[in-house]
């Protein structure tokens, strides 16, 4: 499928608790069977917010070790990523202990360059040789500081691997989260370019997603100009057509066969 997006990763439960409904997966062995489920469906990579007992997010190797050895051990064999931000730790010298704290190591993981701390944040990730989704957030409220933070930082960290890597996967891509489609993008119609702020990167190098109302937009968008997308439950709680999603499996084989309409 030459120049379509492509589904690269689902989102197994965000900031989603059981209070937003059946579909969402909230113990480790839901989460476990939901991540195999969507995976078979064509998710290739797993995203997952790891939660102690009382449901609040955290970065704790005691917290994060388990998820992580649980999706494993259920036979996920795609790369698993976690988020390391705010919503999971506050303060940012507790942020970057706990990511030099874990003893079992996911494949990726999500630092939000707004963020204080980031790039100290997702260069020690590097160092333990965890690959980094950067986000950075476009339209919306949001402004170009996010994404020229992270532009400046991708250029001092030159040879860490941006784009092309072994087996074809860069150890930094860059995360947007579309708030709303970009003004240039809905001017050109359906044209293949990413969004002004993105480009000079290489599409495969770039990761579009939304939340809630822009989670479709986004996928469409990424369809369009050949960069990877995002779904599940921890993103959008509705098919394309409104109804409800029963399952992040569901949303993955809605996703896969939206790509392939604007593939």
Known sequence: MSGAGRLAVVSLNG??????????????????RSAVRAVAAGAGEVLVH???????ESLSPRVVGPVLEVL??????????????????????????????WTVLPDRAVVRFAEPGAAELARALLERGVAVDAVVALGGAAGPQALERLRA?????QGRGLGGGPGGVGRVRVAAEV????????????????????????????????CD???????????????????????????????PARSNAELVTAAGELLLRQG
């Open 15 to 32: 900031s989603r608790s059981a209070a937003d409904g059946p579909a969402v997966p909230v113990s480790p062995e839901d989460l476990a």
């Open 213 to 243: 109302g822009a989670s479709w937009p986004a996928l469409r968008l990424a369809g369009r100009c050949g960069a990877a997308a995002r779904t599940g439950v921890g993103d959008v709680l509705h098919l394309p057509d409104g109804r």
């Open 153 to 157: 930082w991708l250029v001092r960290e």
């Open 50 to 56: 790891p939660r102690a007992p009382c449901g609040r």
């Open 72 to 101: 494993r051990g259920a036979g996920v064999g795609v790369p698993l990523t976690v988020p390391a931000s705010i919503g999971a730790e506050p303060d940012p010298a507790e942020r970057l202990a706990r990511v030099r704290a």
């Open 179 to 210: 708030a709303e489609e970009p003004p240039d993008v809905r001017a050109a119609g359906a044209g293949p370019a990413l969004p002004a702020g993105l480009r000079g990167l290489a599409p495969e190098a770039v990761l579009l997603f939304g």
